[in-house]
């Protein structure tokens, strides 16, 4: 239990440690950290493994769970609640149940017993654009028939069942129960052909899947939302068409995220395992994770496990830990990674100081009878030196009038809602918020409750020193452009966006690919900005109202992607998939081949921010040439991580051996992108690489190599010569110091990468060299 308490805490304390030393303003305030680890009598929850029945696979539900209770013998439990929680089949050989901890040593003492876990609580993240992805009825679409009758899982808090783009005009029946076993079982809940599945995990509980947070209604329907004629949000980005990346793919929903407890993993744990029984074909999981955590300790990593070896593809975000490195979670070579990345709307609110000197910023809420040739005077709360009130908290904006004044403030801890909420409280006209260092040129649309502007972070200095030198006489006004599109540079690595390198997969890639995930405009489950407001109209918004930090990824939308291929290519395996939307992502932002850019401070983005770059979802329908996996290099390349027999056994979900396996480092593996270390002593390097013919039965590829900058490459063949579908061929990629190592304890990483075009398709491989 300590321990299960103090990981926790600690790893909250260490966020929090970042997170100060991250705020400039550097802060005394603390943040609430919610010890809900020891829940009542004493008890919490645990996921237990044990040894796989011998007739697991015979055992009916009931059976199953009867199994599990027999490590709960009843004498040694105090209160007479229910102890399991959740007997899983698929995900793991085990149960969660609810214990304390001298029960928990009773339970790992019987015959059997392998491993226990305390259930962590994972956190949201949030959501994201068809038109800007150019995907038109003409290309993408086209050919995939927009996801027709492939389901997408979306692990979340929920939906709003109601909401326009969840309605099912046009769509196929739901598959027949030969494909589809799942149902929609909470009494009374309107499911449909859209949504045909829907179910809540709740502590061992199934209470209502219905959405009362925003996100999940928010990330369906970015992945699967029919379309809706002139979705906006406050009259913003009013578009002709709204529609989900997939518009004609099911949807079956499972709620596992909730306001005081968040995602705890018992819970996702039983929510994959039900999704892998009811068959559906795609995962989507807009959950962060513990970056911490090696595969078998992390209920995604091994649930996505799972799911693979029934065909399924998970799909789950990077985190919103950005921008620091080394923060990303979820790293597996078998789960889809996907980064946020900006768009070119910007829902523009602009700054004019009474110099006459004007910042671009955004915000959803723009009333037309807004007088936007007053200047209004500067009042900044946080002059005096009080974080606090420089992050207009609304305990210290109650001492303050801000009548007739525009107010500065800092966005502080995410809360940018609740600071706009204090100003118009105070009696502010409007307010101008001031983005936090760690979010660079990412900024938010809002659907503030007064006429505001989000300025970008390199800004705020100038704003600033414009208000201390001009006090009392510093004056501004707000004009309000609306939605414009063609901002530049774009698409960038979102500032928040988790990077890598991983320290749990030996280095491999990730994030795989960015996808939009900053001010997505998407279905939400009820009206947003100063209520009652006559702009509201559609309930839609832009991303999403998570309590904390800048909450938005775009898993969704490439599930969206991978519906689409996968409708296209129903026989391809899940690592198929993911190689096909890694090897078309586009790196660069430009024609002229300029590499996207990290909104940080708009220099060129890491490999380990951005990947193989923005998917391209027409591109990723016909790859050419896919990179495919099989379970037995997945056990090889656990057992060359360092993993023992238990270890990979846990992340495998059966009972494996590295005996008489062959080791894999993680370069070696068949993935899609490569990444290899340079040590002092070790400075050259060959790595091998399958590819499958899935393009034309004939066709010929040359190699075209970007050489990381430092390391020359040698193929063992610049000629890929196909004579027939499936066929596979394999090449040496050769790699070798060509100049000093670099300085002791630089770790650097250069980049480069090989690309083979027959003409008619572009395969390309992203390369990592890193010198440790
Ligand atoms: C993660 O692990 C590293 C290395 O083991 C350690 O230094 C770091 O403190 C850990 N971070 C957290 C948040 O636990
Ligand atoms: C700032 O607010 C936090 C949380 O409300 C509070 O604990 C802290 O004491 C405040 N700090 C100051 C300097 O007022
Ligand atoms: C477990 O046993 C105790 C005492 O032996 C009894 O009071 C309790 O009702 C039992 N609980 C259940 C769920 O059977
Ligand atoms: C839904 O499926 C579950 C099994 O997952 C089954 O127990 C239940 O009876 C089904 N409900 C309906 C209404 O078909
Ligand atoms: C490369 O080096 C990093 C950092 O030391 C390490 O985490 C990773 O496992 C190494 N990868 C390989 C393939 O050796």
Avoid at 66 to 74: D, E, G, I, M
Avoid at 504 to 516: C, T
Wanted: include cysteine; hydrophobic fraction near 35%; charged fraction near 15%.
């Amino acid at each position: 239990m300590e321990q299960c308490s103090r990981s926790v805490v600690l790893f909250l304390l260490i966020e929090l440690l970042l997170l100060q030393l991250l705020i400039q303003t550097s802060n005394s305030q603390t943040l609430p950290i919610v010890d809900d680890v020891l829940g009542r009598h004493g008890t919490q929850v645990y996921i237990i493994d044990v040894e796989r029945h011998e007739h697991h696979d015979l055992l009916n539900d009931g059976d199953l769970e009867s199994f599990h209770h027999s490590f709960l013998s009843n004498s040694t439990l105090d209160s007479n609640e229910p102890r399991l929680v959740y007997s899983y089949r698929h995900v793991l050989s085990g149960f969660a149940a609810r214990l304390t901890l001298g029960e928990l040593e009773v339970v790992k003492s019987k015959p059997g017993f392998l491993y226990a876990q305390c259930d962590r609580r994972y956190q949201l993240a949030t959501t994201y654009t068809p038109k800007y992805l150019d995907l038109t009825t003409y290309n993408a679409w086209g050919s995939s028939m927009m996801g027709q009758g492939l389901i997408i899982g979306v692990l979340d808090t929920g939906i709003k069942p109601t909401h326009p783009s969840f309605k099912d005009t046009n769509m196929p029946p739901k598959p027949p129960i030969t494909k589809w076993k799942g149902n929609c079982s909470y009494a009374g809940f309107p499911c449909n052909n859209k949504i045909i599945g829907a179910k809540a995990f709740f502590g061992g509980s199934h209470p209502s899947p219905k959405d009362t947070n925003g996100h999940g209604t928010h990330v369906a329907s970015t992945a699967a939302g029919n379309f809706v004629k002139d979705a906006n949000v406050l009259g913003m980005a009013k578009g002709d068409l709204a529609s989900g990346m997939a518009p004609m793919a099911h949807l079956s929903i499972y709620k596992v995220c909730y306001p005081k407890v968040k995602c705890p993993e018992a819970d996702l744990y039983a929510a994959i395992d039900q999704a892998i029984k009811d068959r559906v074909d795609i995962i989507s999981m807009s959950i962060t994770g513990d970056h911490n955590a090696t595969f078998y300790q992390d209920s995604i990593s091994r649930g996505s496990m799972a799911a693979i070896q029934h065909g399924i593809i998970p799909v789950v975000c990077a985190g919103n830990d950005g921008p620091i490195t080394g923060t990303l979670s979820h790293s597996a070579p078998w789960v889809l990674t996907v980064g946020a990345s900006t768009t070119d709307r910007r829902i523009a609110s602009i700054v004019e100081f009474g110099d006459g000197k004007t910042f671009l910023g955004e915000s959803a809420y723009q009333p037309t009878n807004w007088n936007s040739n007053y200047k209004w005077q500067l009042e900044y709360p946080g002059k005096y030196g009080n974080i606090n009130a420089s992050c207009c908290m609304p305990s210290e904006l109650a001492n303050w009038n801000l009548r007739g004044k525009i107010v500065i403030c800092q966005a502080c801890f995410g809360k940018d809602k609740e600071e706009g909420e204090a100003a118009y409280l105070a009696g502010a006209e409007g307010m101008i918020l001031l983005n936090h260092p760690i979010l660079g040129h990412t900024t938010f649309s809002h659907d503030h409750v007064l006429p505001a502007s989000n300025i970008d972070s390199p800004a705020r200095y100038e704003i600033l020193n414009y208000y201390f030198n001009n006090q009392p006489n510093a004056f501004a006004s707000l004009h309000f452009q609306g939605t414009k599109f063609g901002f530049i540079p774009s698409p960038t690595v979102a500032a928040f966006s988790s990077r890598g390198p991983s320290r749990m997969n030996g280095g491999i890639i990730k994030p795989d690919v960015l996808a939009p995930g900053v001010n997505i405009l998407a279905a939400w489950p009820r009206d947003v900005g100063p209520n009652p407001n006559p702009l509201a109209t559609l309930t839609f918004n832009f991303e999403s109202g998570t309590s904390m930090a800048t909450p938005h990824v775009s898993a969704p939308h490439v599930s969206g992607i991978v519906a689409l291929v996968r409708s296209k290519h129903l026989g391809w395996t899940p690592a198929e998939i993911i190689s096909a939307i890694v090897t078309t992502a586009v790196d660069s932002w430009t024609t002229a081949g300029d590499l996207i850019a990290d909104d940080l401070s708009y220099k060129t983005a890491g490999i380990y921010a951005m990947g193989a770059g923005q998917v391209n979802p027409t591109w990723a329908m016909d790859p050419g040439l896919v990179f495919g996996l099989t379970l037995n290099d997945y056990i090889g390349y656990l057992c060359g991580l360092g993993y023992n027999d238990q270890e990979v056994s846990f992340t495998i979900g059966k009972q494996t051996s590295c005996y008489g396996v062959q080791y894999l480092t993680a370069s070696q593996l068949n993935y899609p992108s490569i990444a290899v270390n340079f040590t002092r002593s070790v400075t050259s390097q060959t790595v091998s690489r399958t590819v499958k013919n899935v393009g034309d039965a004939r066709e010929d590829y040359s190699a075209l190599i970007t050489e990381p900058v430092g390391v020359t490459i040698y193929l063992s063949t610049y000629k890929l010569q196909f004579t027939r579908l499936n066929q596979e061929e394999s090449y040496n990629i050769y790699f070798a110091l060509n100049t000093n190592y670099p300085s002791q304890g630089s770790d650097m990483i250069e980049r480069g990468k090989i690309v083979w075009y027959s003409g008619k398709h572009v395969v390309t491989t992203p390369i990592a060299v890193r010198f440790t």
